[in-house]
């Protein structure tokens, strides 16, 4: 293993998840499932839904304030901004920009990176680099997400998978043998399909046609979008943790995106590593897309899953189809 020049390491994360609560029992009403149907195709019992007036950066910022706060990094003192998300402010400004703004990080770049739910992997592997190159010393990176103002409330196989929430972690140089320890990005084009939003970019404008159709909103083929994810959360542990020079038996805890609980659990038992070393809160959040990883790690760490020394690996998929993770040692 080659260490880079500068290593990076996360020093501080936050979450934000909004407040309104949506049951399985509360879309029995809106739309043709049930509970049972719900949890047993996928773990999730509810999902956090942001008010109409609430958007990505809004969710951002709740996220960035106490991971900057715990990493005791002042926004002036930030150097680079990255917001991973699928679901923009707008498609110009950057959302990140924005953060930047309401943040009072005047000195800090910030640009906005679509990876589809793979985005907060990719987001930190590009962060990690300015850091390695010396480029940069504060780094702060964010997934944020609305995808309930991007779901047809009548699709059911889509409807009932997807929240709102935002993660946010802050990357320092570090001493010693921690920070991230190696990284693998992939991706599929010819899946694109599989997971897309059709409308309302350049190939498909928006017009009456398409908001009638509902093309401004998220369709999957999620036979295909689960076989690829399986497969694709086994290559990528598999392979960061030996390009880091170390075995699976290492693995203190594997941070996964919260799409699917029975993608982690398959995921699991093909990597030979027990459950109970995976994070898992898909059941109270839903698929929250790039903000999933962050959040999950927020929470292991708030609550003392995470120690010093622990090696973790971030590991996720998304449309694109993209695949990505991160071995890091805390």
């Not at 509810?46 to 809004?58: G, L």
């Not at 047809?152 to 993660?167: E, H, N, P, Y």
């Not at 590593?273 to 839903?286: L, P, Q, T």
């Not at 998304?318 to 991160?326: P, R």
Request: aromatic share 6%; charged share 20%.
């Amino acid at each position: 293993m080659n260490r880079p020049l500068v290593p990076a390491g996360i020093v501080g994360v936050g979450s934000y998840v909004p407040p309104k609560v949506l049951t399985n029992f509360d879309l029995e009403k809106m739309v043709e499932t049930s509970d049972e149907w719900i949890r047993t195709r996928s773990g999730i019992s509810e999902r956090r839904i942001a008010e109409q007036e609430v958007a990505s950066s809004d969710l951002a910022m709740n996220a960035a304030r106490p991971a900057l706060e715990r990493a005791g990094v002042a926004p002036a003192d930030l150097d680079l901004i990255v917001v991973a998300t699928v679901s923009p402010d707008m498609l110009y400004p950057a959302t990140a920009c924005l953060v930047q703004d309401r943040l009072g990080a005047h000195h800090a770049a910030a640009f906005d990176l679509e990876a589809g739910c793979t985005g907060f992997i990719y987001a930190l592997v590009m962060a990690a680099q300015t850091i390695n190159t010396g480029a940069y010393r504060n780094v702060l990176v964010i997934g944020a997400e609305v995808l309930s103002k991007f779901l047809d409330w009548s699709d059911r196989t889509t409807c009932v998978l997807l929240g709102d929430g935002a993660g946010a972690a802050v990357l320092q140089p570090v001493d010693g043998d921690r920070g991230m320890l190696s990284f693998v990005l992939g991706s599929l084009g010819s899946g694109g399909d599989a997971l897309k939003i059709p409308a309302g970019g350049s190939r498909m404008p928006t017009t009456e046609e398409t908001a009638r159709d509902h093309l401004h909103c998220t369709r999957m083929n999620g036979q295909e979008v689960f076989k690829f994810a399986v497969k694709a959360i086994e290559d990528a542990c598999r392979i960061v943790v030996e390009r880091a020079g170390l075995s699976l038996e290492d693995v203190s805890l594997v941070v996964p995106h919260q799409a699917n609980i029975r993608i982690i659990d398959a995921a699991a038992k093909r990597l030979g590593i027990a459950k109970e070393r995976f994070v898992s809160n898909v059941d109270r959040y839903g698929n929250t897309s790039t903000a999933s990883i962050p959040i999950a790690l927020d929470e292991a760490v708030q609550q003392g899953r995470v120690n010093p020394g622990d090696l973790l690996v971030l590991v996720g998929f998304g449309a694109g189809l993209t695949w990505g993770a991160a071995a890091l040692r805390w």
